[in-house]
């Protein structure tokens, strides 16, 4: 089965505090798509990274950074030193060829104290 | 960069009634459109592929007589919600992925909520 797992479903920090937002996933394919979005509280989605099975590389965006593991079919996002304008919920999604659309998590709510 | 509108952001209609959402993508074509819904608290769940051209296909569960899609043109795909009912209230969602995109990349459009009373 194709499926995207958020166990965390939210989670609470004070300002400047890090925190990592967990994401696993199944798939039976070998060429797969994983996405994080962002979002607020107006709904409208924002992209954040596409990473490709192929890439294992992690990745550093500022104060974003991401961590993907084949190994045990994570892909985990991690905010440094969050601030307010964190607060959103973040899905982690999957995508596979032959399926254009995304399959997406539950979701984890961040809520970032001042 | 590629943007998709939906219109209108916002609706609240009286069960029974049945109301039209459009997904455009504005500065590029799109032969394909993907149209989500979210519940309250919950997930984005794919409910139809739109396709210019051709009828739409249904994600298991999603009744096609009630979730009406058409993909008039490569730019605009329309969800008509027919009789609708206060379980239909919900975030909807549409997407368009970017041909000239890598395999999976979509954009989204901002949403409409439906409010059904």
């Known amino acids: 089965a194709q499926k995207v797992t958020q166990a965390q479903t939210e989670i609470s920090v004070v300002e400047k505090e890090d925190v990592t937002l967990d994401c696993v996933y199944e798939t039976r394919d070998t060429t797969y798509y994983l996405f994080w979005y962002k979002q607020p509280p107006s709904g409208e989605l924002v992209f954040l990274i596409r990473?490709?099975?192929?890439?294992?590389q992690n990745e550093i965006s500022g104060r974003y950074s991401w961590n993907f593991q084949k190994s045990t079919s994570s892909f985990n996002f991690t905010i440094t030193a969050s601030q307010v304008v964190d607060s959103a919920v973040y899905f982690c999604?999957?995508?596979?060829?032959?399926?254009?659309?995304?399959?997406f998590g539950s979701g984890t709510r961040l809520q970032v104290q001042p | 960069g590629a943007v998709v509108s939906q219109h209108p952001s916002w609706v609240i209609c009286k069960s029974g009634t049945s109301v039209k959402i459009e997904c455009r993508s504005l500065?590029?074509?799109?032969?394909?459109m993907f149209w989500y819904r979210q519940f309250p608290k919950q997930s984005l769940m794919l409910m139809a592929t739109s396709n210019e051209g051709s009828k739409a296909t249904y994600e298991q569960g999603v009744e096609k007589d009630k979730f009406l899609i058409n993909h008039a043109s490569l730019t605009l795909s329309t969800l008509t919600v027919t009789s609708a009912h206060p379980e239909d209230s919900s975030f909807y969602i549409c997407?368009?992925?970017?041909?000239?995109?890598?395999?999976?990349?979509?954009?989204f459009g901002p949403g409409t909520r439906l409010t059904v009373t």
């Open positions: 990473r490709n099975s192929f890439d294992e």
């Open positions: 997407s368009a992925p970017l041909s000239a995109g890598g395999p999976n990349e979509q954009y």
């Open positions: 999604a999957l995508g596979w060829t032959g399926r254009r659309a995304l399959t």
């Open positions: 500065d590029f074509q799109a032969t394909t």
